[in-house]
C-alpha cells in the first residue's frame, strides 16, 4: 500500500509524486504508475489551460507513454532502450515533442548500465 508524506499539504505535488514512486519496489509496476501520474499531470494542465473563448484542448492517448495536446507530443521515458529513443526520435522528427523523466535520470542510466554489464 502506497502511504502520502506527512507533509503532502506543504510541499509541491512533483515532491508527493517522487515520494509515492519510491515506494514501489517493482521496476513495471513503478513505470505503469509514473505514466499514470504524468496522465493526471497532462488532464490537470489541459483543464487548467487558460483558453477564453476557444474551445477545451483535447489530451490523446497515444501509447500508454505517449500523449499530444493539438500538435504538442509528450512522452514518458522510463527505460533507456532502443525503443524509448527510437520512439522520441520519430515524435521529434515530426512535431514538438517534450520527453518527461524520472527526476534523477542520470542515476537512473548508470543503474541501467551497470545492469548490464
Known amino acids: 500500500m502506497l502511504t502520502l508524506r506527512e507533509d503532502w499539504r506543504t510541499v509541491l505535488g512533483g515532491a508527493v509524486a517522487v515520494d509515492l514512486l519510491a515506494q514501489i519496489h517493482r521496476d513495471n509496476l513503478r513505470q505503469e504508475a509514473a505514466c499514470h501520474l504524468v496522465a493526471a499531470s497532462l488532464d490537470l494542465l489541459v483543464a487548467t489551460w487558460p483558453r477564453g473563448e476557444r474551445p477545451p484542448l483535447l489530451i490523446e492517448t497515444v501509447s500508454i507513454a505517449t500523449w499530444r495536446i493539438s500538435r504538442l507530443y509528450y512522452t514518458f521515458l522510463a527505460e ?3 525503443a524509448a529513443l527510437a520512439r522520441c526520435i520519430e515524435l521529434g522528427r515530426s512535431t514538438e515533442l517534450t520527453v518527461v523523466v524520472y527526476l534523477n535520470f ?5 543503474c541501467q548500465a551497470a545492469r548490464f554489464r
Open 80 to 82: 533507456n532502450d532502443d
Open 106 to 110: 542520470r542515476r537512473f542510466q548508470a
